[in-house]
């Protein structure tokens, strides 16, 4: 059974920084790596939208509004695909789900990312 778990969301002042994981459970190496995945986040009263993508080759993409700021990256060995973020803003409270391209319909808990002002 694949399962996604996200983590590493918190409480953090304007300007700072975190690391969210998203470790995926029960996927075959040849599955997480021939795949793209994908962060994605939901604010209160908002539609859930895509913040960042990796793909099977390493390269990324980002939505405007995290680009130069958030920085995806994975780590095959491990299975876990991971979003720094950095000089935080209030607008970026949110919680925040990861997906795996193979698996669209399987979703984690999400981890709750904070920015206080």
């Known amino acids: 059974q694949v399962q996604l778990v996200e983590s590493g969301g918190g409480l953090v002042q304007a300007g700072g920084s975190l690391r969210l994981s998203c470790k995926i459970h029960?996927?075959?190496?040849?599955?997480?790596?021939?795949?793209?995945a994908d962060w994605y986040r939901q604010a209160p009263g908002k539609q859930r939208e895509l913040v960042a993508t990796?793909?099977?080759?390493?390269?990324?993409n980002y939505d405007d509004s995290v680009r130069g700021r958030f920085a995806i990256s994975r780590d095959n060995t491990r299975r876990t695909v991971y979003l720094q973020m950095n000089n935080l803003k209030p607008e970026d409270t949110a919680l925040y789900y990861c997906?795996?391209?193979?698996?669209?319909?399987?979703w984690g808990q999400g981890t709750q990312v904070t920015v206080s002002s």
């Open positions: 997906n795996h391209r193979f698996y669209r319909n399987r």
């Open positions: 029960g996927i075959i190496l040849s599955v997480f790596t021939g795949d793209a």
């Open positions: 990796i793909e099977s080759d390493g390269r990324t």
